[in-house]
C-alpha cells in the first residue's frame, strides 16, 4: 500500500521558515521523482519543485533562491525547506511522488498546512 505522509507544517510569520517532511512507504522511493505542490482554497494547485531521483533539482520561479528540495533515500523521506516565507504562500503543500518516465504524478500526499502570519 503506497503512503506518502507529510508533516512539518504550521504557523509562522512572514520571513520565517519552515521544513517540512514526507515519508514515503510502499514504492520503491529512491527511483521516484518527488515533488512538492501547494493549493490553496478555491485556487489551482501549484508547482513548487521537485527533486529527481538522482539528486537534481528543479524550482518554481517563484520559490527560487528561497526553498530547498533535499531528500533522503535511506529514510525514504522528501524535504521542503522554505525560507522568507510570505503571506501569500499560505497553502496546504503536497508532496508526490512520479516514476521518471511518467509526466503525470501517480502517488500523492494528504498535504500539510502551512500559514504564514503578516
Known amino acids: 500500500q503506497v503512503q506518502l505522509v507529510e508533516s512539518g507544517g504550521g504557523l509562522v510569520q512572514a520571513g520565517g521558515s519552515l521544513r517540512l517532511s514526507c515519508t514515503a512507504s510502499?514504492?520503491?522511493?529512491?527511483?521516484?521523482?518527488m515533488g512538492w505542490f501547494r493549493q490553496a482554497p478555491g485556487k489551482e494547485r501549484e508547482f513548487v519543485g521537485r527533486i529527481a531521483s538522482g539528486g537534481g533539482t528543479y524550482y518554481a520561479d517563484s520559490v527560487k533562491g528561497r526553498f530547498t528540495i533535499s531528500r533522503d533515500n535511506a529514510k525514504n523521506t522528501v524535504y521542503l525547506q522554505m525560507n522568507s516565507l510570505k503571506p501569500e504562500e499560505t497553502d496546504v503543500y503536497y508532496c508526490?511522488?512520479?516514476?521518471?518516465?511518467?509526466?503525470?504524478?501517480?502517488?500523492w500526499g494528504q498535504g500539510t498546512q502551512v500559514t504564514v502570519s503578516s
Open positions: 508526490a511522488a512520479r516514476y521518471p518516465s511518467y509526466s503525470e504524478y501517480n502517488y
Open positions: 510502499g514504492f520503491i522511493f529512491s527511483a521516484y521523482v
